[in-house]
């Protein structure tokens, strides 16, 4: 009895060692054609010993299919991904490119807005967000985000500039300033703060 | 009333003109600053800065901080990314920046500081819980560097450097099943990678 139970256990043990080769031989085999630009070639790789109860497996075929312009399929597999790891924000960033490459803002949005409340200051999605709602003219809800960054980072050029601007049209002039003259310190004839700071001086000469 | 209205506009004017110059002069510096400092001239560029330095100026001290780290004065800028903290206390960008003259020095208690005052700001920041992981990995504190490397891991679990800390980190704290499966991923990641590789060897023996 206890030769049977050892052997067997012996058999799983070699099976799942072998499995695991398996498995490393296949990601091996995926980055080398990555590599050459076959992403074709490096999805099927990991199709073939594909497990959809491994996080691993979605994501990178998640990252795959989505290089090779099979966006509904990647989104198949990041949303996976994300299953196995609710509170892991990598498939979740992942998830957000095929989608904007498909041009579905609104799923982007919801995406990020789950990362920011595993990760309130990541200041990446802060800034993407933000940039969502500013091209949308929903200024106050840009304000927000670029906020968030510029308190982290105050002398960030992108996020000062999103500044700038965000508040240029909330029409909250001095701050627009104050934020352009920071971009003008941080990138001297910076040409997006100069225009923002001739928009304010016409403003001026109009009011007198 | 009229001559008081009219000091008030002429005051204020004055106020506006001269915040437009000094504003001006501070460009100045700073745009000649960042030619110096293409250069390699990073004396000149301090030099600059100083010729416009004001004590409680945010973006002065933080650039002066920049510049005395590039020139090797590394106490110097301590001192100024020291006082771009005191000016913006909730902002990470002086207190990363402090980080690097202080670990120049050997300076790691504040270093650690910094990276604690760091994530109590922004406790997911991966990239100070990694750092500060690997703090307490090289003082042999495990306890502490699983806490920070857990906490890379769960946001990125298929990161390489958080993994194979973790997996490290769980190897010295006795739990070589984690640590088994923790170096396995990083072997997906990274096949034939050699520190995984010696962690499975070690467990296997």
């Known amino acids: 009895m206890k ?37 074709l070639g490096a999805a099927m790789s990991i199709t073939s010993v594909y497990n959809q109860a491994s996080y691993e497996h979605n994501l990178r075929l998640g990252y795959l299919k989505y290089m090779c312009g099979a966006n509904t399929e990647s989104i198949t597999y990041y949303s996976k991904a994300i299953e196995l790891m609710p509170f892991a924000i990598e498939p979740r960033i992942g998830y957000t490119l095929p989608l904007a490459a498909m041009e579905s803002w609104t799923a982007v949005i919801e995406q990020y807005t789950t990362i920011l409340k595993i ?7 802060n800034y993407r967000l933000g940039y969502i709602y500013y091209i949308r003219r929903n200024y106050p809800e840009a304000l927000k985000y670029f906020e968030k960054i510029v ?32 971009v003008s310190l941080n990138s001297p004839t910076d040409k997006s703060a100069k225009e923002g700071l001739d928009l304010i001086k016409g403003l001026d000469i109009k009011k007198k | 009333m009229k001559i008081k209205i009219r000091t008030i506009f002429i005051t204020l004017f004055i106020a506006t003109s001269l915040n437009l110059a000094a504003q001006e002069n501070i460009e100045n510096a700073f745009e000649k600053s960042y030619a110096l400092e293409k250069q390699g001239n990073y004396n000149g560029a301090i030099n600059l800065i100083k010729t416009v330095y004001s004590a409680n100026n945010y ?50 208690d504040d270093v650690l500081k910094q990276y604690l005052d760091i994530l109590k700001i922004d406790p997911q920041n991966s990239s100070v819980n990694y750092k500060t992981g690997l703090i307490y990995y090289n003082r042999k504190n495990y306890v502490q560097a699983y ?27 006795g739990k070589p099943k984690e640590a088994k499966a923790l170096f396995k991923r990083v072997m ?18």
């Open chain 2, 147 to 173: 806490k920070h490397f857990e906490k890379v891991v769960s946001l990125y679990p298929f990161d390489y450097d958080g993994l194979i800390m973790f997996a490290w980190t769980n190897y010295q704290t």
């Open chain 2, 188 to 205: 997906l990641l990274s096949p034939n990678d050699k520190s995984a590789l010696e962690g499975l060897t070690l467990i296997n023996k």
């Open chain 2, 59 to 108: 973006e002065l001290n933080l650039r002066l901080g920049y510049l005395n780290y590039e020139a090797g004065f590394h106490a110097e800028s301590m001192n100024y990314y020291a006082r771009a903290i005191v000016l913006l206390p909730n902002a990470i960008e002086p207190k990363i920046g402090y980080v690097y003259p202080a670990s120049i020095l050997g300076k790691w």
């Open chain 1, 151 to 182: 308190k982290l980072y105050p002398f960030d050029y992108h996020g000062s500039l999103m500044m700038g601007w965000t508040n240029y049209q909330l029409g909250k002039i001095d701050e627009a300033i104050t934020y352009f003259n920071r």
């Open chain 1, 3 to 39: 030769k049977l139970l050892l052997t067997t256990t012996l058999g799983i043990l070699t099976f799942a060692s072998f499995g695991q080769q398996k498995v490393s031989d296949a990601f091996l085999d995926s980055y080398t054609q990555e590599k050459s630009g076959n992403y």
């Open chain 1, 119 to 125: 990760d309130p200051n990541n200041t990446t999605i």
